[in-house]
């Protein structure tokens, strides 16, 4: 089936340590986003990426860095210098025709 | 800048009564406007969107929503409630001009529904 897979579903962070998520996508779209989802806000846009090898910063993307070295896949890395990272994360990808879809989430917990 | 605004962070309506959610947006260009829902715990699943053409709009599990140029709005609506309706609605706009795609999310509306 075609879709967006996140990994892994539930990850805890230590203080200081850096962790990355996965998203990969079969659905052959340029485009790929990664969101954070607070309770009562929203979602917020961390970063996007609109083609391989490209990359730009959304509204909150200090203390996060991605990659985009294949179509497939635009990994996010939580670095120890995002102070507040507890959320609920969402990886996107955008069709040809403007709809976004999204993957299953990954809750991220500092311990 | 484009933002929108979801009045009601909490709706709590009767099995078989009418869900209205509210949705108001502010764009500068005419936008691509769509709903998505959210189950505890899950990504967000696409219920409608408007793009161009006919202003109202049909969706997925019996939802529907119409665009009102005049009131910047994109209420969605469903005739009668059902219990698997409870879960968390986004609405979100994007710029029509595609350079971009990104959404604008607003806050969410959580709907409740009892038996």
């Known amino acids: 089936d075609g879709g967006i897979t996140q990994s892994p579903k539930y990850l805890f962070r230590k203080e200081g340590q850096n962790v990355t998520l996965s998203c990969e996508q079969n659905l052959n779209h340029d485009a790929m986003y990664w969101y954070r989802q607070d309770p009562g806000q929203g979602l917020r846009l961390i970063y996007y990426?609109?083609?391989?090898?490209?990359?730009q910063k959304g509204d909150i993307a200090e203390g996060y860095s991605v990659s985009r070295e294949k179509k497939e896949s635009f990994p996010l890395t939580v670095t120890s210098a995002q102070k507040n990272p507890t959320a609920f994360y969402l990886c996107?990808?955008?069709?040809?025709?403007?709809?976004?879809?999204f993957g299953e989430g990954s809750w991220l917990t500092v311990v | 800048a484009q933002s929108v605004t979801q009045l009601g962070s909490h709706v709590s309506v009767s099995e078989g009564a009418l869900v209205l959610l509210r949705c108001n947006y502010s764009s500068s260009v005419p936008p691509y406007l769509f709903w998505y829902v959210q189950y505890p715990n899950q990504g967000l699943q696409l219920l409608l969107k408007?793009?161009?053409?006919?202003?109202l709009v049909k969706g997925i599990n019996g939802f529907e929503a119409e665009f009102k140029k005049s009131e910047t709005s994109f209420h969605l609506t469903k005739p009668s409630a059902h219990m698997s309706d409870a879960a968390e609605y986004f609405c979100a706009v994007s710029d029509r001009s595609g350079s971009q795609g990104n959404l604008i999310f607003g806050k969410g509306t959580k709907l409740s529904v009892k038996p």
């Open positions: 996107a990808s955008r069709s040809y025709g403007n709809t976004i879809y």
């Open positions: 408007y793009t161009t053409g006919a202003t």
């Open positions: 990426s609109q083609i391989v090898n490209d990359f």
